[in-house]
């Protein structure tokens, strides 16, 4: 697992608790903060995920 993998997974999660906070208080910008972050994480998960791909294709 690449380390942008990990950081993204962690953006992702912070965003989900953002996001359910926001709901459920009702604060709209901290909900938008939240998606915001999981959107964030998502991508760099992807970005972690093309790298780990593109290593393995030099590798072999």
Request: proline fraction near 0%; avoid cysteine.
């Amino acid at each position: 697992m690449h380390r942008d993998e990990m950081k993204g997974a962690g953006k992702d999660m912070k965003g989900a608790v953002k996001e359910a906070t926001g709901r459920a208080t009702g604060d709209e910008r901290l909900e938008a903060e939240g998606k915001a972050d999981r959107v964030e994480g998502k991508v760099q998960k992807g970005v972690g995920n093309l790298k780990e791909a593109a290593r393995d294709v030099l590798k072999h």
